[in-house]
């Protein structure tokens, strides 16, 4: 059995930290120490998520809304400001959302 969580930090926090790093070393010029520095994560993790392809694994409009938190958070970072995403930042992006292209179940079905 897997809760939100699980399932959010296994499948859709690497994609949300590729994007991230995509965005700050595409559009503010960081390298990918400075990335794995920014993100807390080991250099060598960066150069794996910039390496996978995640549109095989996850539905496009997720995708999509995967890329836009990715978008926002490198702005977060790259403008010095709180550098902390936690779920509920998730939750009330995918809640402005369709119901189709939400990330999880929960506000799916409570919408």
């Given amino acids: 059995m897997f809760i939100v969580c699980e399932t959010f930090v296994k499948k859709y926090l690497p ?3 590729a994007n991230t790093a995509k965005h700050l070393m595409g559009n503010y010029s960081f390298n990918q120490l400075q990335v794995s ?12 998520v910039l ?4 549109s095989s694994e996850i539905n ?3 995708l999509r809304q995967l890329e836009l938190i990715g978008e926002d958070y490198s702005k977060k970072i790259a403008e010095g ?3 902390t995403y936690r779920l509920e930042q998730v939750c009330s992006h995918c809640k402005e ?9 929960i506000n799916r079905n409570h919408n």
């Fill in 15 to 17: 994609a949300i930290r």
């Fill in 37 to 48: 520095k920014a993100l807390g994560i080991t250099q060598p993790a960066v150069s794996k």
């Fill in 51 to 54: 390496g996978k392809d995640f």
């Fill in 60 to 62: 496009p409009k997720v």
């Fill in 81 to 83: 400001k709180e550098t």
């Fill in 97 to 105: 959302r369709p119901k189709e292209e939400h990330i999880c179940s």
